[in-house]
C-alpha cells in the first residue's frame, strides 16, 4: 500500500513538473514555452540519497527549460510536513517551515537548502512537500492553495513529495555516467557555453555537438542505464525493483516520444528513439535535448546534450 501511495504521489507531481499549463495539444517532448521538467533532491554530504534524515540538511535542484531566446522568470516555493494524502494535490499538514524566493529575474534554475524537521516537529509523519511556482517576466506570490497562484504571463506549478528515511531510505539515480549516442557515435555532454548559445556553424561540429542538416533524415539516439540507478523495492508482495521513468525533451526538432518507462521486472535498461530535425533554421542552431530519470519514490538526475542544425 505504501508503495502505490509512493507511486500515485510521484505520478501527480510528475505531471505538475512536466505539463502544468502547457498547451493540451503540445507535444510534451516540445519545448516551447518554459518548463519545470525535474527536480532533485540531495542530502548534505551524500547526494546520492533522496531521503533526507530527521534534523538533516537536504537542497533540491531543479531543472528549468525554455525555448530560445529564453525568457527571465521569477521563482517562489515551500516546504513544509505533508499531510497523509490518498488523492488529488498533496496539502500541507500545517505552515511551511521555510520558504524562498528568487531575488531578481532571470534564468537560472531555482536551488536551495532546508533543514528538515527533527523527530519531535515531525510525529508520525513520513514525508515533506516542496511546493512552488515558476513565472516567466514576473516574481511570484505563492497563494493557498498554490492551484489559486496566478502570474500574468507563463505560470508553472511544481509539486515534489520528499520522503523522511528512518528505516528504509531511497537513492538518486544518476545519469551523469551513463553512455549516450547519437546516430551510432558517442554523445559527450556540452561544454557549458553551448548550453546557453544559441547560434553554431558546421565548424564547430564535434563529438559533443553533432551536426545534422535541417529537414534531413531521422537521428537515433540510444542511451544505457545500469542497475546502479534503480534500487530493490517490494511491490504487490513481491521483492522486485523500483519502477525507473525515462523522460527526454527537445528545444527544437521533433522526438519521437515523451517517455520511455523501466518495468520492475525488466532486465533491458536501455532506450532508443529518433529525432526528426527541425524542417528550417535561419543559420545554424544550437539544439538542446533533457533526459530526465525518476524512480517514482522521489529519486530523480538528469543529463543534458547539444547538437548543432544547419541550413
Not at 50 to 73: I, M, T
Not at 131 to 154: K, M, N, S, W, Y
Not at 195 to 206: E, H, I, M, N, V
Amino acid at each position: 500500500m505504501k508503495w502505490k501511495l509512493e507511486r500515485e504521489l510521484a505520478l501527480i507531481a510528475c505531471g505538475l513538473l512536466s505539463a502544468a499549463c502547457d498547451d493540451p495539444l503540445a507535444e510534451a517532448q516540445i519545448i516551447e514555452a518554459t518548463r519545470v521538467l525535474g527536480a532533485r533532491v540531495s542530502v548534505e554530504d551524500d547526494a546520492e540519497r533522496a531521503w533526507p534524515r530527521p534534523g538533516e540538511r537536504a537542497e533540491v535542484s531543479w531543472l528549468v527549460a525554455s525555448p530560445r531566446p529564453p525568457r527571465p522568470f521569477g521563482w517562489a516555493f515551500s516546504v513544509c510536513v505533508a499531510a497523509p494524502t490518498t488523492q488529488g494535490i498533496p496539502e500541507c499538514a500545517a505552515a511551511p517551515f521555510a520558504e524562498f524566493h528568487s531575488e531578481e529575474l532571470g534564468t537560472a534554475a531555482p536551488s536551495f537548502a532546508f533543514v528538515t524537521p527533527d523527530e519531535a516537529a515531525l510525529g508520525s509523519a513520513e514525508r515533506l512537500l516542496v511546493r512552488g511556482v515558476v513565472c516567466t517576466d514576473e516574481q511570484p506570490v505563492l497563494a493557498e492553495p498554490i492551484e489559486h497562484t496566478r502570474c500574468a504571463e507563463e505560470l508553472r506549478l511544481a509539486v515534489m513529495p520528499v520522503g523522511i528515511e528512518r528505516d528504509s531510505g531511497n537513492r538518486n539515480p544518476s545519469l551523469v555516467d551513463e553512455p549516450l549516442a547519437f546516430a551510432g557515435s558517442e554523445w559527450p555532454a556540452p561544454a557549458a557555453e553551448w548550453l546557453d548559445r544559441d547560434d553554431c556553424s558546421a565548424s564547430d561540429a564535434g563529438p559533443s555537438l553533432p551536426l545534422v542538416s535541417a529537414n534531413g533524415p531521422k537521428q537515433r539516439i540510444a542511451l544505457q542505464l545500469s542497475e546502479n540507478d534503480r534500487e530493490p523495492a517490494r511491490s504487490l508482495g513481491k521483492d522486485s525493483f523500483e519502477e525507473l521513468w525515462l523522460s527526454h525533451f527537445a528545444d527544437r526538432g521533433r522526438l519521437a516520444r515523451a517517455l520511455s518507462i523501466f518495468e520492475p521486472d525488466t532486465s533491458d535498461l536501455s532506450v532508443e528513439l529518433d529525432w526528426q530535425p527541425p524542417r528550417r533554421v535561419e543559420g545554424g542552431k544550437v539544439v538542446r535535448f533533457y533526459f530526465v530519470a525518476r524512480d517514482l519514490r522521489g529519486g530523480a538526475d538528469w543529463t543534458l546534450r547539444t547538437a548543432c542544425a544547419v541550413p
